[in-house]
């Protein structure tokens, strides 16, 4: 799923669910992107009811201006030898508002779950905010299950450094923004599409200094 906006303040509303039941041995990935609205919301729910299931979730939120992004998710771990995997990655300028709220639950009787979720945002303004929740439900003893949240902002020495190397300040700033996120984009498998986020990304970095 895809969302964008080319405008700092979007009047455009997305409320979109996405809900998925995996099978034994199925494997599932989904990369989600919203570059704007006045409102977005997502909310994704992933039973993995069979053994050997792999499900990936990944995700970015760039807003500006004061937009919202508001991200909800959950992953039930019901059968043995199961993989989950999440990456949240925000950027958040003025005024604009991310909510990131991300649940694994694990089942009895489903040991040997393998399970890693991370949210992480880039604070681009004093006024950007975020609410980010990660949560874990461990009823099994026989598991490897990990999560965490990081919110910080661009590094005063990286941006020197490309000053130095005769960038602009804006410049600079755009293209560490744009690195942070990128890490996600990279992730979509098919080239043209990942092209185009690249550009739109860029491009919305640079409208959200």
Not at 23 to 47: K, M, P, V
Not at 121 to 141: R, S, W, Y
Not at 182 to 207: K, N, T
Request: proline share 2%.
């Amino acid at each position: 799923m895809t969302s964008a906006c080319s405008a700092r303040v979007c009047e455009a509303f997305h409320i979109a669910r996405c809900a998925l039941t995996q099978a034994q041995d199925s494997h599932y990935h989904s990369i989600s992107i919203a570059l704007g609205a006045e409102i977005s919301r997502l909310d994704t729910t992933a039973q993995l009811r069979g053994t050997g299931v792999q499900c990936a979730l990944d995700g970015l939120a760039h807003i500006a201006g004061q937009q919202v992004a508001d991200t909800h998710t959950c992953i039930t771990h019901a059968e043995a030898h199961g993989v989950s995997r999440q990456l949240q990655k925000c950027v958040v300028a003025d005024t604009a508002h991310a909510v990131f709220n991300g649940r694994v639950q694990v089942h009895p009787g489903a040991q040997k779950t393998d399970s890693a979720q991370s949210s992480r945002t880039l604070l681009m303004g004093p006024k950007a905010q975020v609410n980010t929740l990660p949560q874990l439900e461990i009823n099994a003893d026989d598991v490897r299950c990990t999560h965490g949240a990081t919110v910080g902002q661009l590094d005063s020495e990286e941006v020197f450094y490309l000053q130095s190397r005769g960038l602009s300040v804006d410049a600079a700033r755009s293209l560490l923004t744009y690195a942070f996120a990128a890490e996600v984009i990279a992730r979509i498998p098919i080239a043209s599409v990942r092209q185009q986020l690249q550009d739109a990304v860029l491009q919305h970095g640079s409208a959200g200094l």
